[in-house]
């Protein structure tokens, strides 16, 4: 592990086992084809080796992300013939490298149209695939059922764009109640048809992601998957997602211990303990990624099949508090997923009810100071 872990100070250990498995499981939900997302970074777990292993692994031959410099990356690191789509709403000056890397954009107002169109002239290309993002509801990007036409004619005017998406995008998913959800699908479909109705066959609908695989669906070829198979945590209605398991560990390292006394103040927070305790200071701070709300509201973590707990956090290292758990400097804690010593396991989903219950946001802030380390067959 030492040589793999070089001069960082903490590791993701990133099960691509475990991904492969979780999508398998969603495939056989599922009569829909599957396009996986692999933006931020592929939820803190590395855009290139999880689109790696999904092109050359997995048998896609599609992912989406969200910026185009995430599918930049991709592009560089030698897939040129796949299809990547960008799924967010893009600044103008950023679609010329959207048209240089051949990238699938969403496309929902007459003045992307134009300035894509512009793109692609320059670039000497007759034809540039795109997908149209229409709003059934969530009013953030994508054109209006009213606006469709006018949108479609200008599409049409261009002369060089091909439609070969129609999407949309639901606005309550994780919602298994919710009475919007059924009127976005409906007005979906209609959407579709209008679209079809125009001699246009796109290869790719979709409206459904990850919380949608047991919906029914009948106009969709596709569904954008992203936390269903990667970032997967167990929780709510979801808490068996089709046999589906979280494939990241975080891990960070014991650099000193303190026994001190009650009345002893500690951190940036001046920590006042109100009882001797054993304390321990590992090597990740908020600089790495590490929540801080869940930090600071003293969230568990995982040390020898043990829970400890935060005391307070710095930018570069964290204060725990470790009494009574047979513990030394050296030793590896477990932030979450599978103990190092024990078959223990944290979920993100625990952690995230010391802050805001969202526990997928604690892998969007893990920065590029953690070392990834992959798991597989070899």
Known sequence: MDNALGYKYSYIEVDLRQIRENIRHIQEATDCGIIPVVKSNAWGQGTVPVARM?????????????????????????????TIMLLSGMPFHAIPYAVKYDLMMMVYNCETVERLSSEVRKAGLERFPIQIKIDTGFHRIGVPPEKLDELLDAIEAAGNLEIAGV?????????????????????????????????????????GCSPDIDRPDEISTHMRVGWGYIAYTPAGYLADYHGNRPSL??????????????????????????KPATTATISIGYGDGLYRPSTMHGGPLLIR????HYLDECMDQTIIDVT????????????????????????????????DGNSTILQLYLTDRIARIYVDEN
């Open 324 to 355: 009574g758990i047979d513990c030394k400097v050296g030793d590896e804690v477990t932030i979450y997923g599978k103990d190092k010593y024990s078959d223990a396991y944290l979920t993100p989903t625990e952690v995230s009810k010391y802050a």
């Open 305 to 308: 099949g043990q829970y400890a």
């Open 54 to 82: 999904l092109f050359e692994k997995a048998g896609f031959d599609v992912v989406a992300v969200a910026h185009v410099s995430e599918a930049a990356e991709i592009r560089e690191a030698g897939f040129r013939d796949q």
């Open 167 to 207: 999407c949309s995008h639901y606005a309550d998913s994780y919602n298994p109640d919710s009475e919007k959800t059924p009127e976005q699908y409906e007005l979906f479909k209609k959407m579709v048809a209008h679209v079809k109705a125009r001699g246009i066959t796109p290869r790719y609908i979709s409206i």
């Open 249 to 274: 560990t975080l891990r960070a390292f014991i650099t000193d211990m303190h026994e001190l006394k009650a009345g002893d103040s500690l951190g940036y927070s001046n920590v006042v303990l109100d």
